[in-house]
């Protein structure tokens, strides 16, 4: 195979006041990211998303967590630790 022909590109660097602009490499590095990472201009999140991915916890689930506090503590149920009694011989 034969390499891809020679492409020329007309690029002006500029410098203003001791400030040089850096358009050209901006430009090419524009080009590379957007061959390499495609934008699609979508929104991450919509009205569709699961609720998983949204961040909404559903309320089965938080019941289960709060167990006898649900609707009553914004702290979760937690069973007493057990205490175990120890004979001696």
Do not use: M, W
Request: net charge positive; hydrophobic share 30%.
């Amino acid at each position: 195979q034969s390499p891809p022909p020679a492409t020329f590109e007309r690029c002006v660097e500029v410098e203003v006041g001791g400030e040089r602009s850096f358009g050209c490499l901006n430009q090419k590095l524009k080009r590379e990211v957007d061959r390499t990472n495609p934008s699609l201009n979508l929104p991450p999140l919509d009205a569709r998303s699961p609720d998983i991915r949204v961040g909404n916890a559903n309320e089965a689930a938080i019941r289960q967590q709060y167990g006898s506090n649900y609707g009553k503590s914004v702290v979760p149920f937690r069973p007493p630790v057990p205490t175990y009694a120890i004979q001696h011989r």
